[in-house]
């Protein structure tokens, strides 16, 4: 190989000629990977004195390449020089090694291959970046929490296909968001758990001929445990999936979380405020005032999912062991956790600043929201149900067609329709009676919802 861009190729003798121009740039992958340089350091500094324990390297060789690989980190901390022709962050890492401590440079990689040497890397970034994530997701369920507390005492209505259904306290909405992240998290726990298995001494596919302590590589680089067959070591990408499925289900919740905040602060709901910090205005209408960050968070949703249903295509029809695919599988990860890094913090700045409007809420509230609860009424007196959901269906209407809300009907009215109504019918429109009849656990009483919060502290902390 003589080109510059081959320089840095930990492979080659089996060729005559150089790589042709054309595949250069297709076969690099410095440019994605370079983020693991700390990380392929580290995997490194394990090797070596794995290999020192089997007595493959003396005393002076390890130390001449822990020496080594400190001056290699400390080059790199400085930055990765934009024209470096090694093809990736192994190859950069070994040729600077060779400059720094020598000849001795040329034994760390015994018994190790770039494709046992790159799944420890992108593990062992997982497993910080998986915890940075869980951290985030934590400030969102806190600030949703704090939201919940500071809302038990305001009904607002409460919604399904948009249409009014039920009256509900705002602090079970609140909580009905806090209960997907909370699944989130525990996902992204799986995923950072699954990641946690040393593929290290794999080597390329059939394992290490060198007797390396895996256990010992497992407890310096902090795995809970070793892999158990070198093939499927190499190959498998499955942490990476269960990752990326947790991105994508955060996706999906923060992206109805989203859709609620625009729908509700905008004029025709109008039940909360986005705080200022967080909304933009309009290059042409200077009334305007857009919850933009409820419309990016939306937005990223699909790039979420784009990411794990790509991963899990590139998977799909990969033969046995390690093949070059899968130098694809690291941009997706890499973006749904930078994207994460975006979206969670500005996702817990907005609930902290949003705030509600209890007198638009009480302008909402429209009297057919307690036709069940008048439905309930009339079971209660022994109506079975059916039957007073038909009837409230026809006070609904004849309501409708009198132009009067249900309240204002003359008992008689009522007494017309179904004879099991009495003057406490009235007592039915009070919609704190209604949110407090709801008592059953994951109901919107007050002693349901007290209830949720407290045990939403508890998942919060």
């Known amino acids: 190989m003589t080109s510059k861009e081959q320089e840095g190729a930990l492979w080659g003798g089996r060729f005559k000629e150089g790589m042709d121009p054309a595949m250069v740039p297709l ?55 934009e024209d470096a022709p090694d093809e990736d962050i192994h190859s950069l890492v070994e040729r600077l090694l060779g400059e720094e401590a020598g000849e001795v440079a040329g034994k760390l990689h015994t018994g190790r291959s770039r494709n046992d040497q790159v799944a420890t890397d992108m593990r062992l970034w997982g497993m ?24 038990v005492e305001l009904v607002i209505p409460g919604y399904t296909h948009l249409q009014q259904g039920q009256p509900v306290r705002a602090a079970h909405w609140t909580l009905s968001h806090f209960w997907p992240l909370v699944r989130d998290r525990d996902r992204i726990r799986q995923a950072r758990r699954a990641a946690a298995v040393l593929p290290l001494g794999s080597g390329a596919l059939a394992g290490c001929p060198f007797p390396v302590d895996r256990e010992y590589l497992a407890r310096e680089l902090g795995f809970r445990e070793v892999s158990d067959n070198s093939m499927d070591a190499v190959s498998d990408r499955d942490w990476m999936a269960d990752g990326l499925y947790a991105g994508a289900m955060i996706g999906i919740h923060l992206s109805r979380l989203g859709e609620d905040l625009v729908l509700f602060a905008s004029r025709e709901f109008g039940l909360l405020r986005v705080p200022d910090g967080f909304s933009t205005g309009s290059s042409l209408m200077p009334q305007k ?14 790039r979420f999912s784009g990411n794990l249903v790509a991963l899990l295509t590139l998977l799909k029809g990969l033969p046995t062991g390690y093949n070059r695919d899968l130098q694809e599988d690291k941009r997706l990860l890499f973006d749904t956790v930078d994207q994460l890094e975006l979206v969670l913090p500005a996702v817990a700045g907005t609930l902290k600043g949003c705030r509600w409007r209890p007198e638009r809420a009480r302008e909402l509230l429209s009297e057919e929201l307690l036709a069940t609860d008048l ?47 009495e003057a406490d019918v009235k007592e039915v429109f009070r919609w704190e009676a209604s949110v407090e009849s709801r008592a059953a656990r994951g109901g919107t009483a007050r002693s349901a919802v007290e209830a949720q919060l407290e045990k939403a502290r508890r998942q919060a902390g």
């Open 128 to 151: 910080e970046a998986l915890d940075q994530v869980e951290d985030r997701l934590t400030g969102v369920l806190q600030a949703l929490l704090a939201m919940a507390e500071r809302s």
């Open 289 to 302: 005032r857009n919850p933009d960050v409820a419309e990016l968070i939306r937005g990223k949703a699909g």
């Open 27 to 81: 076969n690099l992958s410095l440019a994605e990977d370079q983020r693991l340089w700390r990380h392929d350091l580290q995997g490194s500094r394990a090797w070596a004195r794995a290999l020192a324990r089997a007595e493959v390297l003396d005393d002076d060789e390890l130390q001449g390449l822990l020496e080594g690989l400190d001056r290699v980190e400390a080059r790199l901390a400085r930055g990765i020089p």
């Open 375 to 421: 439905a309930d009424y009339l079971v209660r007196r022994g109506v079975p149900f059916r039957t007073s959901h038909e009837v409230v269906g026809r006070l609904v209407s004849l309501a409708e067609d009198e132009g009067m809300p249900l309240s204002r009907l003359p008992l008689e009215r009522y007494r017309e329709v179904h004879p099991a109504f």
